[in-house]
């Protein structure tokens, strides 16, 4: 059937229905891919698997009318799997579908009203069969997904943004049966000159039908942020939670129902001057909670926080910091307040120039104080350390060659003292490490060798309120090397390598009054490697590549698992085809695997 126009000057127009939709809907892009894979993992002496899959996927995009009016995209994809384990006489079987669809229209993308939809769908079903066992078992089991996402959206002149949105999930099985999820959505993010404001409230139901549970959520929250100045800045929160569960309870035969409540408000500044050497930085918030399930009494919990912070730089040597937090808080009738105080600094030295090399000395020290409803506890320490560091680089400075050596010390002193069970305590620390590192670029590859040592040493004493003293004295040993090398064998072909190994050593010593002396004492070696090798153009094809590549790992811990993989790899391209075929050996806790794995493609 045709519909006719008449249009001035005397014209007829016939336009078919047909010609009016083609004229409205855009050019379709498309692309995809078809695809095969298979699987087979076997074990000495153990069962064997093997997977068949097929799969493709289909992708489109176009606009209607303009592509300022509307756009959309969609796919279509499709797998198809059929696996299969044998063991000893036993055999499953498992043959897998999935449909999974996906639809998008964006609906004057460009404009200050953009509205979005989407649609996700899946569906499956898996069908698993065994013989060899008593009985035969068969089983079949079908899923369904929807998902349903709806955006609509305004901005304003200054950048704002209103927003809402609408979700809905569904998921369905066929001996699960169906969980639905709604959710009701919107956000305002609001700009004026030195403000911005941010909100967002949602509302969420969920139901599952064979548990009969369903739960709602409600989230309120609110942000403000305020910077009169640029060195200035306020930033304040509230929020609000609501969470309700009723379900159906087995043993009870009736419905229960929890509920939970919280609400907290907070505010933020934070002052750093580009300037001036002094940042303060100070907060309070005040939180509540309450909860209950059924008919047993919930816990309440009010609490008010307060903190403050400032850090002082005084030159490019030294500089200070302070800090306090202070929390009044209660738990279900019972009040637990805690203070801490807490007064820092660092000085550093400037990096000087000693017999060639370079060197830096530092002094760090903290004080800290902490009371709450059971203890008083006040602790300092002091930790002064310098360092060594010079790089070595040959004369002539033919390569990139060079050798680059660390070298630090420090000692620590802490002590503490208080009303809590261990009145006071002193340590003394003793920190050494050595680090060598050479590295150079030359003959087509990079080299890198490291070493790392570093012994720890602590000396502790503990003193409790009836004077009995318990000495604890600790050390450990780290001993780190890592070599690797990477070499390029012409233009196609390259080898890497490296190897790390650790060794870790920690001894404990305790002696308390009236016991004998305990040792704790042990030691933990650790080795990994790597060797690759990859080559572009294997027997004179273009696209053709071979990478050979080994890894081990091991660790001499009682109970670890060491583990060696070999995995040879043979990939090739041409034009929109692309297929490749690896085999992978696998020893790990004396058991053996081998992985043989195939994949064809073909994009369009």
Request: aromatic fraction near 10%; proline fraction near 2%.
């Amino acid at each position: 059937m045709a519909l006719c126009v008449a249009a001035c000057c005397g014209l007829v127009v016939v336009v078919t229905p047909e010609l009016s939709l083609a004229a409205l809907i855009g050019p379709v892009e498309s692309s995809g891919y078809l695809a095969y894979y298979y699987r087979s993992l076997s074990e000495d002496g153990g069962p064997e698997n093997t997977s068949h899959q097929l799969g493709g996927t289909v992708n489109a995009s176009t606009f209607f009318g303009e592509p300022w009016l509307a756009t959309s995209h969609m796919s279509l994809s499709l797998t198809q799997d059929s696996s299969e384990t044998s063991n000893t006489g036993t055999q499953a079987s498992t043959d897998s579908q999935l449909i999974t669809g996906d639809f998008g229209l964006n609906v004057l993308p460009q404009s200050r009203t953009p509205f979005t939809l989407q649609l996700q769908v899946t569906d499956s079903r898996v069908d698993s069969e065994g013989t060899g066992f008593i009985p035969i078992t068969f089983l079949g089991q079908e899923y369904s997904t929807m998902y349903l996402g709806l955006r609509q959206s305004y901005l304003t002149d200054n950048g704002g943004r209103y927003l809402a949105n609408y979700d809905y999930r569904t998921w369905e099985s066929n001996r699960s049966g169906e969980y639905e999820d709604t959710t009701l959505g919107f956000e305002a993010d609001l700009r004026a000159p030195r403000h911005r404001l941010y909100g967002r409230a949602s509302l969420t139901n969920n139901e599952h039908s064979i548990a009969d549970r369903q739960n709602e959520t409600l989230l309120l929250d609110m942000s403000h942020f305020y910077y009169p100045v640029r060195h200035f800045r306020l930033d304040s929160k509230a929020s609000y939670y609501d969470y309700d569960r009723s379900f159906l309870d087995p043993n009870a035969s009736d419905t229960r129902l929890t509920n939970l409540n919280i609400a907290q408000v907070s505010s933020n500044a934070f002052w750093r001057p580009t300037n001036y050497p002094l940042s303060v930085t100070a907060g309070v918030r005040v939180y509540a909670m309450d909860g209950s399930s059924g008919s047993v009494s919930g816990n309440e919990v009010q609490n008010v926080a307060m903190n403050a912070g400032l850090f002082y730089h005084a030159n490019q040597n030294l500089r200070f910091d302070a800090s306090f937090t202070s929390l009044w808080g209660e738990i279900s009738g019972v009040q637990d307040d805690v203070h801490t105080q807490h007064v820092g600094f660092l000085y550093q030295t400037d990096w000087m120039e000693v017999a060639e090399f370079m060197y830096q000395a530092y002094l760090d020290g903290d004080v800290g104080h902490r009371v709450d409803v059971d203890s008083d506890v006040t602790d300092w320490s002091m930790t002064a350390g310098h360092g060594l560091t010079r790089t070595w680089w040959p004369a002539e400075r033919t390569s990139s060659t060079s050798l680059r050596m660390n070298l630090n010390q420090a000692l620590g002193y802490s002590a503490a003292s208080g009303d809590v069970a261990l009145d006071s305590g002193t340590g003394v620390s003793v920190d050494h490490s050595i680090t060598l590192a050479f590295s150079q670029r030359a003959w087509g590859g990079n080299s890198l060798a490291q070493i790392t040592a570093a012994d720890t040493r602590t000396y502790s004493e503990l003193e409790d309120s009836l004077g009995a003293t318990t000495e604890v004295d600790s050390e450990q040993q780290l001993v780190n090397l890592q070599l690797s090398r990477d070499q390029d064998l012409g233009r196609r072909s390259s080898i890497t390598g490296d190897i790390s190994l650790q060794y870790v050593r920690v001894r404990d010593e305790t002696a308390s009054p009236g016991s004998s002396v305990a040792i704790d004492e042990f030691d933990t070696t650790t080795s990994t490697g790597r060797l690759m090798f990859q080559h572009y153009q294997l027997l004179g094809l273009p696209r053709l590549q071979f990478v050979s590549d080994y890894r081990v790992s091991k660790i001499s811990t009682e109970g670890a698992i060491d583990r060696e993989d070999w995995e040879n790899r043979l990939a090739y391209m041409i034009g929109k085809l692309e297929t490749s075929v690896s085999y992978r050996l696998t020893e790990t806790d004396s058991r053996n695997y081998d992985l043989l794995y195939f994949r064809l493609m073909r994009r369009f």
